[in-house]
């Protein structure tokens, strides 16, 4: 039936028998599932909240995880239960500096709440270098720091050592070594290389030259035990041969010099690699006006004042935010790369100043005080 205006109208008698039809599919549908229920219905939340964890306990990446939570509504409500994100894997919680937003930012504070120490270390220097927010940066580094995340320590040891985020008067040697300290006793190795340095050269600790070089000794132990156990492959061979020009032809990170071993060097943890592409996305690759990034390729730390950080007293092209970064650094690069800076014509040298290089070891300036690095 149509009206004047062109409207349509359906047959009351017709509409009636159509809906008919509909509720007897609807019955014989109800009917032929009965003894077929979704089995996934009827699991407790407990047992559901127990696989989610383990899942993102083993994600490889956000993906792995993203991606089963948008199988279903029960599984995204229970996906962001604070059980399956506080044991979120570092992976999982690995978050790109390309992809960053509201989101991710919001997604690692749910972490962060819900008590993972991975999510509340990167956050904490995602907010801290990243975003200059240092108080909460800080706040979560250390929240980190009190669940025993060697990481989070050893990145609290290094803004003790700098005073960063203050002034050069804001520089705690002893707090720094404190915590360098604790994350040595967890096994971190550049906070073992950095509390060995320290004290080598009596930096906030008394001077105990036996006992910094054990101190190193052990990092570069625990560094290849370390990497055995994640690319026992790399091993293969006769690696442990006396070589001791290998690191001149390896590209790999040259550690146990004294015996010519070269081992790659180790993957560097999410919250670097997000301060590396952060800075790298910008026009000049600086964090801001004068201030420099740490020249140790797997670190990322910016400068949060003018001059805070370590040069090369021999070139004055590099700067390192601690001593483990020198040293790395120094190792497998730019110990084949450092030479005097080049003055310009008719300037006077300055008066001669102690060797920079002492069988062959760098030496970088800390508040104009020379300290050499083996």
């Known amino acids: 039936m149509r009206t004047r205006s062109g409207f349509c109208y359906t047959n009351p008698e017709k509409r009636s028998k159509e809906n008919c039809a509909a ?22 939340d407990d047992i559901v909240l127990s696989i ?20 279903c509504k029960r599984l995204n409500g229970l996906g962001v239960h604070s059980m399956v994100l506080s044991k979120a894997s570092k992976k999982m919680v690995a978050v790109k500096a390309q992809s960053w937003s509201h989101s991710a930012h919001r997604f690692l504070m749910l ?6 120490v991975e999510a509340c270390y990167i956050l904490g220097m995602i907010r801290f270098y990243c975003m200059e927010n240092r108080g909460s940066g800080a706040s979560l580094m250390a929240k980190a720091a009190i669940g ?37 006793f967890l096994g971190h190795v550049d906070a073992l290389r950095e509390l060995g340095h320290c004290l080598q050269d009596g930096y906030g600790v008394k001077r105990n030259v036996t006992e910094g070089r054990r101190f190193l000794v052990q990092a570069n132990a625990r560094e290849l035990a370390d990497s055995l156990a994640a690319k ?36 560097p943890h999410p919250a670097n690699n997000f301060l590396t592409d952060w800075f790298a996305a910008k026009d000049d690759g600086a964090p801001g006006s004068g201030l420099r990034l740490c020249s140790h390729p797997g ?27 020198q040293a790395m650094d120094w ?33 970088v300036v800390v508040d104009n005080h020379q300290t050499a690095v083996s």
């Open 148 to 184: 025993s995340h060697a990481p989070a320590l050893y990145s609290l040891a290094v803004i003790q050592f700098n005073g960063s985020g203050g002034s050069k008067n804001d520089k705690d040697l002893r707090a720094g070594v404190a915590l360098c300290a604790r994350a040595a």
């Open 111 to 116: 972490c962060a709440d819900a008590g993972n």
């Open 23 to 44: 509720g007897e599919r609807r019955k014989r549908s109800k009917l032929n599932n009965v003894g077929k229920s979704d089995l996934f219905d009827s699991l407790p």
């Open 52 to 71: 989610l964890s383990k899942l993102s306990s083993d994600a490889e990446c956000p993906a792995d995880f993203i991606s089963v939570l948008l199988t």
């Open 299 to 325: 670190c990322g730390r910016p400068e949060t004042r003018v001059h805070e950080f370590r040069r090369c007293s021999v070139c004055g092209a590099v700067n390192y935010c601690s001593r483990a970064c």
């Open 232 to 267: 026992p492959a790399l091993f293969s061979g006769s690696w442990l041969t006396w070589d001791p020009l290998s690191h001149q032809r390896s590209a790999g990170c040259p550690l146990l010099s004294d015996f010519g071993c070269n081992i790659p060097a180790p993957d």
């Open 331 to 363: 190792r497998s690069r730019h110990k084949s790369e450092c030479a005097p800076a080049e003055r310009w014509p008719g300037e006077i040298a300055p008066a001669p100043a102690p060797a920079n290089v002492i069988h062959g070891e760098a030496v």
